[in-house]
C-alpha cells in the first residue's frame, strides 16, 4: 500500500510522482535535521560549518582550506573564516604542508579531537532515538537509493544546478 506524502502532510500535491514526494521530503528532513543539529552545536558554541571542518580532520587527518573547500563543496572563503574561527577558538592547529608553502595544513588539537568525539557521542544517541522504530532493511534500502542518487546521478553532474 502506498502512502502518499499529500495525505500524510496535508498538502495539496496531487498527481506528482513518486520521485517528486521522495525529493520534497528528502528537503524537509535536511531542514528538520539541520535545525535539531543547530540546536545541540550550539551548546558547544559551534555552527553546522564549523562542525563539518571538524568532521573533515578527525581524528588525525590534516588538510589545506582548498582541500577542505573541495570536500565541503563551498567557497575556499567561507572554509578560511569557519578555520580562522576554529583557530582562535583553539580547535585547530596549523602545520607546514610540504606540497604549498603558503597554504598551510590545518589539523585537531587535542581539545578539538576531544569536543568532536563528544558531539559524535551525543549525535549516536540522537540519531539511534531517530531511527530507533524503523526496520534496519527500510534504513538499508533508504541508504542504498541515497546513495544511488548522489554518486551515480548528483555528483557526476548529470542534473540541472538550478533544480
Known amino acids: ?79 578560511q573564516v569557519t578555520v580562522n574561527t576554529l583557530l582562535d577558538d583553539g580547535f585547530l592547529q596549523s602545520r607546514p604542508n610540504p606540497r604549498h608553502k603558503r597554504s598551510p595544513l590545518f589539523a585537531l588539537t587535542h581539545v578539538g579531537r576531544e569536543l568532536f568525539r563528544k558531539i559524535r557521542t551525543a549525535e549516536s544517541d540522537l540519531l539511534d532515538a531517530l531511527f530507533a522504530d524503523i526496520p534496519m532493511d527500510d534504513i538499508e534500502c533508504t541508504q542504498r537509493t541515497l546513495q544511488a542518487m548522489y554518486f551515480h546521478n548528483l555528483k557526476q553532474g548529470e542534473t540541472d544546478e538550478s533544480f
Open 1 to 79: 500500500m502506498t502512502i502518499h506524502l499529500s495525505l500524510f502532510l496535508g498538502y495539496n500535491m496531487q498527481a506528482q510522482s513518486p520521485q517528486y514526494e521522495v525529493t520534497w521530503l528528502i528537503r524537509r528532513v535536511f531542514r528538520a535535521m539541520a535545525q535539531l543539529a543547530d540546536s545541540y552545536l550550539r551548546a558547544h558554541g559551534l555552527s553546522a560549518a564549523d562542525r563539518a571542518v571538524l568532521e573533515f580532520l578527525y581524528p588525525d587527518g590534516a588538510l589545506s582550506v582548498p582541500e577542505i573547500a573541495a570536500r565541503y563543496q563551498v567557497s575556499r572563503q567561507h572554509v
